[in-house]
């Protein structure tokens, strides 16, 4: 069963680590549930991390504006076991 | 399946599934970035279709064959997944295992949303439902309804004299919850207090435009100036479309629109320059495509009405309930595990709602609430489904947006969702904000239904009242048209 390479919260218990620390594909891969946590039969494909800085969300019909958003953009794909389908592996339109 | 991950620093320990809507399972970055907003690692996925992906395009293997993985997927497994996963990830990724997590979504996303409630009891703190797309096997053949209804009298009316109906209505009812703002805000009323008939006589004059439907996102024809008055028939129409289909026998088959709504994109004519009439529109994009791909299994997206009556939409309706009843209806009403894991449900309808009835919102919860209480008084009932389940109906909002001008809407409804989840802060009124015109940013109160808005003498803020017996019942049509009740499985 593979654990995921955590970054360990420091001694006040606040979680100190920064954005290039998560958002990486390695860091993203190891956070995958797997295991007795993983669902069954479905099987991870390629997996993507990309940060973005400073980014500024308008106000919706459905959450007010909000500015200076740091964030991992991440897409992951899988596959049923068996099946030959693939969830998410198209190319993102954003 | 597509997340975003706020950074560390900005992250609040929550985690945010979205929704569609139309025939879409996901609203990508817009839906994304509403978790953002609440320190939310949020995600949506793209159902196996692709980013961009619609339903319909993917549904048919070929002719005949329906994908029944695919219609699954969508109905409720990929969101689920993408849920599972996603808060594993925020776990992981943030070295904490406290997690808060939640789900917004509107119409289709709406029906998505309930899709995750009705089934995985645990999996969501709180969810924000908006103008769900349940009971599809209802939902989309209603949007038929007109063109069945106008290809059976033969006749179509303008634009024009469906607004100027639209208009009498407003004059009449506006002032009903006591404050004239060009919002009808008690549309329960405005049925017992108006007849669209005495608009009948009406002269109605508009110049050429060319026309957009909110529903198929197309722009038709221009429209020649309309001059005229509003006869028998444009009112007969509006009648129609506002009362829903009853079927041969008189038996009412679903709901319709409530007083105050503008249906004219609804049931407006297509102006002939060859005739120099109104003749009967093609039906509505998704109106035809569930038809034709998703229950004759037909590669087509272009529905013909020849020889189709109510009693067609009647089979139609019938068909989808048995072919979709554990998938696309969603409309599982017994909400007893949701409710002991303490979840909570904020789920709000626009009041002008013109695309999905505001009234299949309400009889959802109605039948809820019959089923989880069966032995309890109407209050007692009530007070215990709001302890985890309220239902606001949002004035003058139209189809998951605001509509009126001086009309508010619920834009921080995860905000209050959140705060009712972690704070314990009941929303007993929905905090909702003028978005819009003169009044732009202006707060407003949405009553937890079914109480209504009345404002009294020179008061700053209006009061929920309960409706009085004939207004409330109302809220609650006798569907008997189909042998089983369209209220839900119960």
Request: hydrophobic share 35%; net charge negative; proline share 5%.
């Amino acid at each position: 069963m593979k654990q995921p390479l955590l970054i360990a919260a420091g001694a006040s218990g606040t979680f100190a680590a920064s954005l290039s620390n998560i958002c990486n594909v390695d860091y993203i891969t190891d956070s995958l549930p797997s295991g007795d946590s993983a669902i069954q039969g479905l099987v991870y494909g390629d997996v993507t991390a990309q940060p973005v800085y400073n980014s500024s969300v308008e106000a919706g019909n459905n959450y007010p504006a909000s500015t200076g958003n740091n964030f991992c953009n991440v897409t992951v794909a899988y596959s049923h076991a068996g099946k030959n389908d693939a969830v998410s592996v198209g190319s993102i339109e954003s | 399946m597509w997340y975003y991950f706020p950074e560390p620093a900005q992250y609040k320990g929550r985690f945010l599934a979205t929704g569609g809507g139309g025939f879409a399972i996901n609203s990508g970055a817009s839906g994304l970035m509403g978790g953002l907003v609440y320190g939310a690692a949020a995600g949506c996925t793209d159902g196996g279709m692709g980013w961009g992906g619609q339903l319909n395009n993917f549904v048919l293997k070929g002719n005949g064959s329906l994908d029944y993985d695919l219609i699954n997927n969508f109905g409720y497994l990929s969101i689920h997944e993408m849920t599972q996963i996603g808060k594993a990830m925020s776990r992981n990724i943030y070295n904490s295992s406290k997690l808060y997590s939640y789900y917004q979504g509107c119409s289709e996303g709406g029906r998505e949303g309930w899709s995750q409630v009705q089934r995985y009891a645990d999996q969501f703190d709180g969810a924000a439902i908006g103008a769900p797309a349940f009971r599809q096997s209802h939902q989309q053949p209603n949007h038929d309804w007109p063109q069945i209804y106008e290809q059976s009298i033969g006749y179509a009316p303008s634009t024009c004299a469906l607004e100027k109906i639209v208009n009498e209505t407003l004059a009449a009812c506006d002032a009903l919850d006591g404050k004239v703002d060009g919002i009808v805000a008690r549309s329960d009323l405005c049925s017992l207090h108006w007849d669209p008939k005495k608009a009948i006589g009406k002269s109605y004059a508009c110049a050429s435009s060319t026309s957009f439907n909110p529903i198929t996102g197309g722009s038709g024809a221009t429209t020649p100036a309309a001059n005229g008055t509003v006869n028998e028939k444009d009112v007969a129409v509006f009648l129609a479309v506002q009362n829903g289909p009853y079927d041969s026998q008189n038996r009412h088959l679903y709901v319709g629109f409530l007083p105050g709504t503008d249906t004219s994109s609804n049931a407006a004519g297509t102006y002939s320059e060859t005739t120099g009439a109104y003749e009967v529109a093609e039906v509505s994009d998704i109106g035809a495509e569930w038809i034709t791909e998703l229950l004759q299994e037909v590669n087509s997206t272009t529905l013909s009405l020849d020889g189709v009556t109510v009693e067609t939409l009647r089979g139609w309706m019938l068909e989808g309930m048995q072919k979709y009843a554990g998938t696309l209806n969603t409309v599982w009403t017994d909400l007893q595990d949701f409710n002991e894991a303490g979840g909570k449900v904020i789920h709000y309808h626009g009041e002008a709602d013109n695309s999905i009835p505001t009234l299949s919102s309400v009889i959802y919860q109605e039948q809820v609430r019959r089923v989880m209480y069966p032995d309890a008084s109407y209050e007692d009932s009530l007070e215990k489904l709001h302890e985890f389940y309220r239902l606001y109906i949002v004035p003058g909002a139209a189809h998951c947006s605001p509509s009126a001008e001086n009309g508010s809407f619920p834009q921080t409804v995860l905000g209050s969702v959140i705060e009712w989840v972690e704070n314990e802060v009941v929303p007993v009124r929905l905090n909702a904000t003028v978005l819009q015109g003169p009044n732009e940013g202006r707060a407003d109160k949405i009553c937890t239904f079914p109480y209504r808005p009345m404002w009294s003498g020179d008061a700053t803020e209006h009061e929920c009242v309960m409706p009085e017996k004939d207004a409330l019942e109302f809220w609650f049509p006798v569907l008997d048209s189909l042998p089983l009740n369209s209220y839900g499985n119960a």
